[in-house]
């Protein structure tokens, strides 16, 4: 009986073990509404791109099965698209039974047997209203600049910065509420625009390292927890670099770095030694691209003195500002990030409106803004040269 019970006993622990074993196989069953005997695409984000998996055939009841290898520390997304339009986005880990039922347009989306699968179906529903929002915003400040209506087309680029800020209140919001989610990495990498990543703050390490001291003892193997590292990093390197270049600075202005339009950039404290002008402006703006004309005539009379000009455009649209720029042959120095409204430009020198100067001294003191008349500008520079 000792024999025999101790023969139970191995045997019930083995069986046990091998249950518990790394299982490093995904069950994917969908269920596609309308598909039958069609054919659906499985494809996988590699990072930076995404590639196709494979081609499945549905069934009369346009159901398929599909079978992947992903190891249960280190997750995967995958996507199943049907006619060229993405039905459903998943986080895929070994072991995982996932379930899909959806129809052909996408709009029932239901997910079973994986909980960060269903949490990402949320965070994609409210990244595709905020960029409809924000897409139908862009279209309206277009239609306020063509009417050169610049009451409503601040109005709309204020609206934008809200809906920016409230993105990325959200954002945080779930990433301190789900920490151990890998859903955070979609949130962290997540652009807000074509121009503008929602976390592009240098100070946004503190999020990327969050996340990776959270993910990084559940998932040490994944190549997103790792990217995480790197890119925070990356961003508190650029943090010290920037506190070590303030404590040495003697700067009395915030510094500035933009592009121009051969997207050189250029530093305002490279103009710091004679006295200079920092100009802010919309390219779409008629009445201010009519100012240029006028300020020409005021640098044409300084410039051999030494005068020089730093105009940062904050406009969304650098092909129309660049345009302006050639047309007009300003021959000062002429920027723009492209970020409009969200400009980082804008919060530095806490602008609430458009246009504004500032006009420093030699040392690099503000003497006088928005002098916009250039009778009164020709009096001040006249004094100060």
């Known amino acids: ?37 069609k054919e659906i695409i499985l494809s996988k984000l590699s990072v930076n791109r995404i590639d196709v998996v494979d081609t499945l055939k549905t069934d009369a009841g346009g159901a398929a099965r599909y079978e992947v290898a992903v190891a249960a520390d280190a997750p995967e997304f995958f996507y199943v698209s049907y006619n060229r339009k993405r039905l459903a986005s998943l986080i895929v880990k070994g072991g995982d039974r996932i379930v899909v039922d959806v129809d052909t347009l996408g709009t029932s989306l239901v997910v079973k047997g994986s909980d960060e699968s269903v949490l990402l179906s949320e965070i994609e529903r409210e990244i595709y209203n905020s960029t409809a929002r924000f897409d139908s915003l862009a279209i309206a400040v277009s ?3 063509q009417a050169d209506d610049q009451q409503l087309y601040e109005k709309l680029n204020k609206e934008i910065s809200s809906l920016y800020v409230t993105e990325k209140r959200e954002a945080i919001k779930r990433l301190m509420s789900n920490p151990t989610s890998f859903t955070n990495v979609i949130l962290l990498y997540r652009r807000f ?23 990084s003892p559940l998932y040490p193997n994944s190549a997103y927890v790792k990217s995480l590292k ?3 990093d990356n961003l508190q390197r650029l ?41 802010f402006w919309s390219a779409a703006n008629a009445e201010q691209k009519m100012y240029n004309l006028e ?48 400009s980082q430009a804008l919060a530095i020198y806490a602008l609430q409106r458009i246009p504004a100067m500032f006009i420093f001294d030699s040392e690099g003191n503000i003497v006088e803004k928005d002098q916009f008349d250039t009778a009164k500008l020709s009096g001040t520079l006249a004094r100060l040269f």
């Open 1 to 37: 009986m000792k024999i025999l019970y101790k023969i139970v006993c191995v045997s019930a622990l083995s069986f046990i073990l091998a249950g518990c074993a790394k299982d490093d196989t995904a069950r994917l069953q969908f269920n596609i509404e309308g598909a039958g005997n």
């Open 143 to 145: 239609d306020a600049a």
């Open 239 to 279: 943090v010290e670099l920037g506190n070590r270049l303030s404590e040495a600075s003697e700067l009395a202005y915030p510094e500035l770095e933009m592009p121009d339009v051969q997207s050189r950039m250029h530093k305002l404290s490279s103009l710091q030694g004679k006295p200079f002008i920092l100009l």
């Open 230 to 232: 790197n890119d925070a």
């Open 295 to 342: 300020l020409k005539k005021v640098y044409d009379r300084y410039a051999d003195a030494g005068l020089n000009i730093y105009q940062v455009c904050v406009d969304s649209d650098k092909a129309l500002w660049a345009s302006v720029v050639k047309e007009q042959q300003l021959p000062w120095i002429n920027v723009c990030d492209g970020r409009g409204a969200s």
């Open 193 to 215: 625009s074509d121009n503008l990543a929602l976390f592009a703050d240098n100070m946004d390490f503190i999020y990327f390292k969050t996340a990776y001291d959270s993910l």
